[in-house]
T-cell receptor, first 111, second 114 residues
Framework: ETGVTQSPTHLIKTRGQQVTLRCSSQ?????VSWYQQALGQGPQFIFQ???????GRGNFPPRFSGLQFPNYSSELNVNALELDDSALYLC??????????FGPGTRLTVL | QQQVKQSPQSLIVQKGGISIINCAYE??????FPWYQQFPGKGPALLIA?????SEKKEGRFTISFNKSAKQFSLHIMDSQPGDSATYFC?????????????FGGGTRLMVKP
């Protein structure tokens, strides 16, 4: 059984640029959630995708968008990057339930 | 609005001791309460979880105690080991809130001294 994987591991961007982060869900899981974790804080929910549709969204602006593909993998896109977007971005997969399993994250630095 | 409050922020325990981390929540619609363990540079790993129909759940050295009336729950780590040194997060979610989103506490940095 393959766990949740994310790519890339690290990424450096400049303010105003756009970024795409990728996630492959755990085998058998059909739901993907994305979280932002600032340094020294708990993860904050961005949004969740179920069967390729957004299934819930946290308090993040529209420049945070996502996609889920038929194989349940997912992308997180962030436009017009701001310095405060620097964080660890976590993907979690689940099978239509509460139990969510996290990937290792992508560390994004915005300069 | 912080819906899950976690304490303490940091904790130092001697090897073999008991580590206790507490969380309080506000939203009575929450019905699933997991604990995650996170090592530096890694994603959070699910440790143990409880639903409000039971007051306690034990898995190995880890125990969750749940007090529904007080809206509080806690993690007890028995016989704490240096390898348990990590940041621990409590979380909560409900079937009817936005896509089963997890609301996390602020985290507790645990250090177990040899």
């Amino acid at each position: 059984e393959t766990g949740v994987t994310q790519s890339p591991t690290h990424l450096i961007k400049t303010r105003g640029q756009q970024v795409t982060l990728r996630c492959s869900s755990q085998s058998g899981h059909n739901t993907v959630s994305w979280y932002q974790q600032a340094l020294g804080q708990g993860p904050q929910f961005i949004f969740q995708y179920y069967r390729e549709e957004e299934n819930g969204r946290g308090n993040f602006p529209p420049r945070f968008s996502g996609l889920q593909f038929p194989n349940y993998s997912s992308e997180l896109n962030v436009n017009a990057l701001e310095l405060d977007d620097s964080a660890l971005y976590l993907c979690a997969s689940s099978f239509t339930g509460n139990e969510q399993f996290f990937g290792p994250g992508t560390r994004l630095t915005v300069l | 609005q912080q819906q899950v409050k976690q304490s303490p922020q940091s904790l130092i325990v001697q090897k073999g001791g008991i580590s206790i981390i507490n969380c309080a929540y506000e939203n009575t619609a929450f019905d699933y309460f997991p604990w995650y363990q996170q090592f530096p540079g890694k994603g959070p790993a699910l440790l143990i979880a409880i639903r409000p129909d039971v007051s306690e759940k034990k898995e190995g050295r880890f125990t969750i105690s749940f007090n529904k009336s007080a809206k509080q729950f806690s993690l007890h780590i028995m016989d704490s080991q240096p390898g348990d040194s990590a940041t621990y997060f409590c979380a909560a979610s409900g079937l009817h809130n936005a896509g089963n989103m997890l609301t996390f506490g602020g985290g507790t940095r645990l250090m177990v001294k040899p």
